[in-house]
């Protein structure tokens, strides 16, 4: 059983368009995260929810927008996709603050054509 | 603002060497330190992780890391690199609730 699980794994999509990420997780944690990783690796947090509620948006563009229908669950929908927003997008899930460490699913790839 | 260095951005050693990451950190607080590694294709693994105590903790796959306050740092090192630790490896400190920062990462190498 995957632990944090994102689908899909890989997403082609034109410029314009709206597409969606779907994240599970099924650790029983109540933190779950969106991070973004860039060409050159590096890792930025977008945000995060705690039982369902927004705890962190770190100034992402408002065509991003997370819902988390319950605390198993965090999707990311992003609307008028640009050519910057190719990355891999990676879901995580932490008990509470996270010092225990987070629990990453395996990642989605992005690229806007 | 609280941010995480890794000054190697690639690294090479050979099958059986010794290895060291850098990682240097900038938090006002006590910090809560971690390593992660991220293999090609997959999502990050945590290797270990520092909240307090003792200053030297141990990790899976042999790994350990050092927490130095004095440098602001926290290392991690490894004895004898196996082919299969060829992967990135980022170090990261908790920035307050829910919040995790990462540094840019290391690219380790490993010669057969």
């Known amino acids: 059983d995957t632990a944090v699980s994102q689908t899909p794994k890989y997403l082609v999509t034109q410029m314009g368009n709206d597409k969606s990420i779907k994240c599970e997780q099924n650790?029983?944690?109540?933190?779950m995260y969106w991070y973004k990783q860039d060409s050159k690796k590096f890792l930025k947090i977008m945000f995060s929810?705690?039982?369902?509620?927004?705890?962190i948006n770190e100034t992402v563009p408002n065509r991003f927008s997370p819902k988390s229908p319950d605390k198993a669950h965090l999707n990311l929908h992003i609307n008028s996709l640009e050519l910057g927003d190719s990355a891999v997008y990676f879901c995580?899930?932490?008990?509470?603050?996270?010092?225990?460490?987070?629990?990453f699913g395996s990642g989605t790839r992005l690229t806007v054509v | 603002a609280q941010s995480v260095t890794q000054p190697d951005i690639h690294i090479t050693v050979s099958e059986g060497a010794s290895l060291e990451l850098r990682c240097n950190y900038s938090?006002?607080?006590?910090?809560?330190l971690f390593w992660y590694v991220q293999s090609p294709g997959q999502g990050l693994q945590l290797l270990l992780k520092?909240?307090?105590?003792?200053?030297l903790v141990q990790g899976i796959k042999g790994f350990e890391a050092e927490f130095k306050r004095s440098q602001s740092s926290f290392n991690l090192r490894k004895p004898s690199v196996h082919w299969s630790d060829a992967a990135e490896y980022f170090c990261?400190?908790?920035?307050?609730?829910?919040?995790?920062?990462f540094g840019q990462g290391t690219r380790l190498t490993i010669n057969p």
């Open positions: 990261a400190v908790g920035a307050g609730a829910q919040k995790l920062v």
């Open positions: 520092y909240f307090s105590g003792d200053t």
């Open positions: 995580a899930s932490s008990q509470g603050q996270g010092w225990g460490g987070y629990t």
């Open positions: 650790l029983g944690h109540d933190t």
């Open positions: 929810y705690n039982n369902k509620e927004l705890i």
């Open positions: 938090y006002g607080a006590t910090p809560y």
